[in-house]
């Protein structure tokens, strides 16, 4: 294939021991035996002494318990994650939750079934923003059009409604599960012990975008006013409030399948009754019908790899699956068009031919290439 295409940059490779692919969404490194980041921080898991860390961020949480009020905010979906965290504050620190969750109006039924129960489940507060579907259907088809991932808006109000609504209720403590670039590509060390900062959002989160990014557009406007559901707080009011984001992820030997049995049989938490187009999990992204489905087609249409590799990649480390198993993963699901594909269509009120043109023109260069006839190929880990 290299002679055909005759690639110009460096040749796409995957991890030795995982399927993690060198050109990815979320970055990571591959040391001299070929293995990635992402694997070798998991590896540092095996040798924490988890026990010292819970005690440890019983220690830095001490400080903010109060006899009455809200003691800390979760930022939550519904989904077994959030579960897991709100079962983590309330039975090990002992903490009162505020839950607070961003609706960008994807979720599935099942998923939004989870949400509805959490507060009865947990017996705790529940704030929950939704902001216009009109001006969400804007921001679907502007961010589509804009970077390709019309579930931008999404990430934006999960990564901001809960450190808003913290501001807002004088509350300086927000708990967040995992550190994603972490957890999948290696990021930091768990040594490290890194929060939740504003720059991590934007650079990371948000792929270096924020609310005023979206202004202007003609086609899709949207104004200032429409968008404080988007905007992070200001860093004096961060400042003055002290408010710090805690992974719990840093302190918790983060399990996402352990994850999702604790709460089925404690909670009464649901999987999807059905399974996805894209992936071999029933357990995730039940709170956006596309993360799954059309989202992660756009992210195989960019970089050549969708969640059949992301969810491989996570049992591979978690010894749940050989990395043969893995690759057969990512050959059955990744280069799935996904059905939701047309539920999106309709609800942006988009052709299939406008959104095939769009999409490809954010086809990776060292990743894509056309051959004779017109069609895309690329490499793959079973090449």
Request: proline share 4%.
């Amino acid at each position: 294939m290299s002679n055909v295409f005759n690639y110009d940059l460096p040749p796409a490779r995957w991890c030795s021991r995982c399927v993690n692919p060198s050109r990815a969404a979320v970055t990571a490194t591959f040391d001299e035996s070929g293995v990635c980041s992402g694997c070798r921080v998991h590896e540092q898991k095996k040798t924490i002494d988890w026990d010292e860390r819970l005690e440890e961020l019983l220690e830095i949480v001490e400080p903010y318990r109060k006899p009455s009020g809200y003691e800390c905010v979760i930022g939550v979906s519904g989904g077994k994650d959030s579960y897991y965290q709100a079962h983590f504050v309330i039975e090990k620190l002992g903490l009162r939750p505020l839950l607070v969750t961003y609706n960008g109006n994807n979720y599935l039924d099942v998923g939004w079934r989870n949400l509805m129960t959490m507060k009865e489940r947990f017996k705790a507060d529940h704030i929950i923003v939704s902001p216009s579907v009109e001006v969400l259907v804007r921001m679907n088809r502007l961010c589509f059009r804009k970077m390709g991932d019309m579930n931008w808006q999404n990430h934006a109000g999960i990564a901001t409604i809960p450190m808003k609504v913290a501001v807002q209720h004088s509350i300086p403590l927000v708990f967040w599960g995992e550190h994603g670039w972490t957890d999948i590509g290696g990021m930091h060390s768990l040594h490290d012990r890194v929060e939740y900062t504003a720059r991590y959002r934007r650079d990371q989160l948000l792929r270096g975008y924020d609310w005023f990014d979206m202004l202007g557009d003609e086609e899709d406007p949207v104004e200032e006013a429409e968008l404080e559901w988007c905007k992070y707080p200001a860093d004096e009011e961060v400042r003055s409030l002290g408010l710090r984001g805690i992974f719990i992820g840093n302190f918790d030997p983060w399990d996402a399948n352990a994850h999702a049995r604790l709460v089925t049989e404690r909670y009464g938490w649901e999987a999807s009754p059905v399974p996805f187009d894209r992936t071999y999990r029933r357990m995730s992204n039940l709170d956006d019908r596309y993360e799954n489905g059309a989202h992660d087609y756009l992210k195989y249409v960019k970089f050549g790899y969708g969640r059949g590799t992301d969810h491989a990649c996570k049992d591979i480390r978690a010894g749940l699956m050989t990395r043969e198993e893995g690759i057969e993963m990512v050959r059955r699901y990744d280069h799935v068009v996904p059905s939701d594909l047309e539920y999106w269509l309709r609800y942006a009120d988009y052709d299939r031919e406008r959104f095939e043109k769009i999409a490809d023109s954010f086809r990776d260069a060292s990743v894509w290439r056309r051959d004779a006839a017109g069609e895309w190929r690329k490499r793959n880990i079973w090449d």
